[in-house]
């Protein structure tokens, strides 16, 4: 028995319970709406692809409320419109997605390749065609393994203390403080690293270690935020049966709070890490841009991806095509980093939840 016909009065059943549109009937409203609005735009002569889609959805929306109204009933055709709006807003929403992996995957393929991963640009000058990131991507990943090894102690401690030590005005403060730092700009980040090295080391003092502190700045609220609401999730029961036990508080917290959230709070780190990876204004302002490959954390200036796609493309001819596969290839990485955060959150999660 269908719930309407459950919420009829004295049990009686009404001939909307009854009444249902097929299945395939809103797979038949779009098509016709589409052929509707191409045949009317056609006549009109300013037919699009832009414009068919959006007679057509407005046809499909009307369409196919009236029909539902008209066969089902008022309540079943509220549901489908809200259905087709929330379903509407979604579609809506991936266009911009959708349109821009489109556009960076089809004009990075164009120099992406193997020995595009595997070059620097020693001795590359003008529009040569030859040329790499490896160079940049070597020092990507220095200076955001550096930063992570920054912000995710302090975040992961910071988080543990305002969850389950945190009282008073102090962590009222710290949070305070942590809303704040999660909308600086990144800009400000950059000028704080920059300030900070200039005042100890000089005027002239440009190294990796300088970006990779600006980038902790801008990730260490994320990791705090992420890893305060994983520890939030698990259950005060747990903590209550260790301490019946007779286990410590810090032994709690070590064995049974963190290992509980330990899915969560690495899928954190690896979107904090995402997070920061493709800034470019601090490492533009820190670290600036080398042609070849430097390893040195806190001496000279290094390469990363981010500030070789904006030099490249500033510079114009051949090296538009390197900026749109640098981009390429970031995206890339970060993809591989969500990917990687959530098979790791599947193999920590606890069997249950898998």
Do not use: C
């Not at 490959?293 to 904006?310: E, H, I």
């Not at 095509?321 to 995206?331: E, K, P, Q, V, Y």
């Not at 955060?341 to 249950?352: D, N």
Request: net charge positive; proline share 4%.
């Amino acid at each position: 028995m269908t719930a309407d016909a459950l919420a009829a009065p004295s049990g009686l059943l009404t001939d909307d319970a009854y009444r249902r549109l097929p299945s395939w009937s809103t797979w038949a409203f779009a098509g016709g709406s589409l052929v509707l609005a191409l045949v009317v735009l056609l006549v009109a002569g300013s037919a699009s692809p832009t414009s068919v889609i959006v007679l057509g959805a407005v046809l499909f929306v009307l369409v196919s409320s009236i029909t539902s109204r008209v066969v089902e009933g008022p309540r079943r055709a509220a549901d489908r419109l809200a259905t087709t709006l929330v379903t509407g807003a979604f579609l809506l929403a991936l266009v911009p997605l959708v349109s821009l992996l489109l556009l960076v995957a089809t004009r990075g393929a164009q120099a992406f390749g193997w020995e595009f991963l595997t070059t620097d640009m020693v001795g590359v000058f003008g529009d040569m065609t030859e040329g790499g990131i490896r160079h940049a991507l070597i020092g990507t990943l220095i200076v955001t393994f550096a930063a992570a090894v920054i912000s995710v102690p302090i975040g992961l401690l910071t988080a543990i203390y305002l969850v389950e030590y945190g009282r008073g005005p102090l962590a009222r403060g710290i949070t305070f403080l942590v809303d704040v730092m999660t909308g600086i700009p990144s800009i400000v980040a950059g000028l704080f690293a920059f300030a900070l090295f200039t005042l100890i080391f000089g005027p002239a003092f440009r190294a990796g270690i300088m970006g990779a502190v600006a980038l902790s700045l801008l990730m260490t609220p994320v990791v705090i935020r992420s890893v305060e609401e994983m520890l939030r999730l698990v259950p005060n029961e747990l903590r209550e049966a260790a301490y019946a036990l007779g286990v410590p508080k810090w032994l709690t917290i070590l064995k049974v709070v963190l290992r509980t959230a330990a899915a969560g709070i690495v899928t954190g780190v690896m979107l904090a890490v995402a997070r920061v990876i493709g800034e470019t204004a601090p490492l533009l302002l820190t670290v600036g841009l080398v042609s070849q490959v430097n390893t040195d954390l806190f001496d000279g200036r290094m390469a990363t991806l981010p500030v070789f796609a904006y030099r490249q493309y500033e510079q114009g001819g051949t090296g538009i095509d390197r900026a749109w596969a640098a981009a390429l290839t970031l995206i890339l990485f970060v993809m591989l980093l969500n990917l990687v955060a959530r098979l790791v959150s599947r193999w920590f999660a606890p069997k249950g939840a898998r």
